[in-house]
Structures are given as structure tokens and as C-alpha cells.
């Protein structure tokens, strides 16, 4: 984004927030950033930086942000997905990483996992091949919206696939 259009941006969010609670807010807002970037165990790149900045001022105006992020295989695009996911978890809602193979929806399942260590939040996995009970525990979970984060292959699209509060969908 140009430079002024993101001055335009936060200007809109800051306006749209009342007088009086717009410092706790930030505040806030800062303190779920700051929590969500302590769950990454290496340093974001500044193009990293600068995309999930984009995103933050993007969601923040309450817009629908629809965004292709490309980049070469290991330039950080999953983190950006994960960071995207525990944002809007904070705001109580879900999101679904789709990869295009199971191969590669294991790699994000471990990796995520090991970067929700400790953390409250529920991950779950819909695969091809998943065993029934674990499949219709995964799917109630997301429909009560006990689970926050989804990753999975083709599966996602199946009919009984029901999200509580689905905000955010990553096609990998």
C-alpha cells in the first residue's frame, strides 16, 4: 500500500473509535500483537513486518480484506498466516488453512502446534484420512466453536463442515 493510503487507513480506525477509550484500545490492540509475535520463535523480516501491518490496519477499519500474498517457498508466508489466525482468535473467531496436500498440512499442523505450545487456543486437522472419531470430534469442536484454528486439505470444503464464527480462510 502507498504510503498515504495507510495514513488514510488508521485515521479512519482512530476516527471510528469513541474519544475517550481510543488509547485503552490501542493499548489493547498492541498487547495482543505483542503476544502473538512472542509465539514465533525467530525475528519477522521486514517485509513480514510489513505485511502483517497492512493486514492489522486493514482488519482494524472493519473492511474485508481479501489479499494474495506471494512469495517463494520458505519466505515466511505461513507465519503470516498463523499471526493472521491468532488475531482474529483473540477477537473470538475462527480461521482455515486449506493446503493443497496432506504433506503440507502436516508440516503447518507441527508447526503450528509447536508455536501453540502452552497457549488456550484449539487446533484442529481435517484430512482425507482421518479416523472417524477423530474426524467428528474435530468437526463438533469447530461448529461449538471450541476450536479456533483449522488446517486441513480438501477436506475443509465437505458438507458437514460447519464453523461458529469463521473469519479468516488461507488458501495455501
Do not use: C, N, Y
Not at 488514510?8 to 473509535?17: N, S, V
Not at 505450545?117 to 472417524?132: A, C, F, H, I, T
Amino acid at each position: 500500500l502507498a504510503f498515504g493510503e495507510v495514513l488514510r487507513l488508521e485515521r479512519a480506525r482512530l476516527a471510528a473509535l469513541p474519544a475517550d477509550g481510543a488509547p485503552a484500545a490501542r493499548a489493547r490492540e498492541q498487547q495482543v500483537w505483542d503476544r502473538i509475535l512472542a509465539r514465533i520463535p525467530f525475528a519477522l523480516t521486514p517485509d513480514q513486518e510489513s505485511v502483517l501491518q497492512t493486514l492489522r490496519e486493514e482488519l482494524a477499519a472493519g473492511r474485508t480484506v481479501r489479499r494474495l500474498i506471494h512469495g517463494e517457498v520458505g519466505s515466511g508466508k505461513t507465519v503470516v498466516a498463523f499471526a493472521m489466525a491468532l488475531a482474529l482468535a483473540a477477537e473470538g473467531r475462527q480461521s482455515a488453512i486449506l493446503a493443497p496436500t496432506e504433506i503440507l498440512a502436516r508440516q503447518h499442523l507441527r508447526t503450528f502446534d509447536q508455536w501453540l505450545q502452552g497457549s488456550q487456543l484449539r487446533l484442529v486437522r481435517l484430512l482425507g484420512d482421518d479416523p472417524k472419531p477423530m474426524r467428528r470430534a474435530a468437526l463438533a469442536d469447530l461448529a461449538a466453536g471450541r476450536a479456533q484454528i483449522a488446517v486441513g486439505t480438501h477436506a475443509l470444503f465437505g458438507p458437514d463442515v460447519r464453523f461458529a464464527d469463521l473469519g479468516l480462510v488461507v488458501l495455501d
